[in-house]
C-alpha cells in the first residue's frame, strides 16, 4: 500500500486473505476491491464486513474427489 498511491484492487490467488483483509481495515482503505477464491470462514466474514467484494469458491473437496474419478473411469 506504500508503493502503490493508486491501487484500484487485489486479486489474491492463494492464502494470505485474512492478512490482506487485516492491512485495509487498518489502513482504513476502503476504496480497494478485493477479489480472491474459497468461502472459507474468515473470507466470508470479510465479505460480510464488505472487506472483500467477491470471493470464488472452488469447492477444493469436490475437484479433488473428481480427479479420482476420472482416474477410475480411465
Not at 492491512?23 to 464488505?50: A, F, M
Amino acid at each position: 500500500l506504500d508503493k502503490e498511491k493508486k491501487l484500484d484492487g487485489i486479486f489474491i490467488t492463494c492464502g494470505g486473505v485474512k492478512e490482506v483483509g487485516k492491512v485495509l481495515r487498518q489502513e482504513k482503505r476502503e476504496d480497494i476491491k478485493v477479489i480472491c477464491y474459497e468461502d472459507y470462514p474468515e473470507v466470508l466474514d470479510l465479505v460480510k464486513e464488505k472487506v472483500v467484494d467477491v470471493t470464488i469458491a472452488t469447492e477444493l473437496k469436490k475437484q479433488g474427489g473428481q480427479a479420482l474419478d476420472v482416474m477410475m473411469d480411465y
